[in-house]
């Protein structure tokens, strides 16, 4: 059985039990660098996974007889390897373990609730901006080329009356949440890894 693990926000605390112990019990461990680093116990072998997707799936296709885990951030299925896997190994091999997605974490610290919300990405694409911001209520993964800033000026180009939520390093000890218009989050000279909530009017928090 091959497992892929979701690992949570990336605070260790936020591994499930379930997932510990699959890892715990694994022969090799595959995944992003990041991810990697927060299971320093794991004695057994580690591979990197990076923009290998295809060796990846043929190592584990060729490896049947070992345990491999593949660790995930957040949730796999949630703009993680989730989906190339479930689409490239025979689904009966595999175990598909949620964690708590960046997505998820921001809403608790917000106190928002997560119903109807439209949960997108600018991963390596240009969002379509006039059907994203046409929802009430937006979660975003982001990536260094499209981030807050770039979400923000394209509010203010449709003048639309929005509130932004900047979560950066969400769990980890530098976490940082910041809210406010869009006109404030321009003002802010710097993000680092985030995911943007965009939320209805003024006073939605
Ligand atoms: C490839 S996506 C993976 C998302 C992940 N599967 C999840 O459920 O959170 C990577 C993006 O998720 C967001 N992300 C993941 N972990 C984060 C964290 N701890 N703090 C802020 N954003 C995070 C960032 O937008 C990052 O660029």
């Known amino acids: 059985m091959i497992n892929v693990i979701g690992l949570g926000p ?7 039990r379930l997932g510990e112990k699959l890892i715990k019990n694994s022969d ?23 923009s290998n997707l295809k060796e990846i799936v043929d190592y584990i296709n ?17 703009y993680g390897i989730g989906r190339y896997l479930s689409k490239n190994i025979d689904t009966n ?5 949620s964690g708590i997605s960046s997505l998820q974490y921001i809403f608790s610290k917000i106190y928002v609730d997560m119903n109807d919300l439209y949960i997108t990405s600018s991963h390596g694409k240009v969002p379509d901006f006039d059907y994203v ?10 990536d260094k ?3 807050p800033k770039e979400i923000c000026k394209e ?8 509130t932004v939520v900047v979560g950066e390093n969400l769990s980890y000890e530098n976490e940082r ?13 710097n993000f680092d890894m985030c995911v943007v909530v965009i939320l209805e009017g003024g006073d939605c928090i």
């Open 93 to 97: 091999k595999l175990n598909i373990v």
């Open 177 to 189: 949440i910041t809210i406010g218009k869009p006109e404030e989050i321009l003002k802010v000279e």
């Open 10 to 16: 990336g605070n260790t605390d936020y591994i499930t």
């Open 133 to 142: 911001l046409s929802h009430k209520k937006v979660c975003m993964v982001t």
């Open 28 to 50: 090799v461990v595959i995944g992003g660098r990041r991810n990697l680093e927060s299971i320093k116990d794991f004695e057994g072998e580690k591979i990197e996974l990076a």
């Open 62 to 78: 060729n490896n049947k007889d070992k345990q491999i885990s593949v660790i995930a951030s957040g949730d796999p299925l949630m």
């Open 145 to 147: 080329i499209i981030g």
């Open 155 to 162: 509010i203010i180009k449709r003048n639309l009356d929005k």
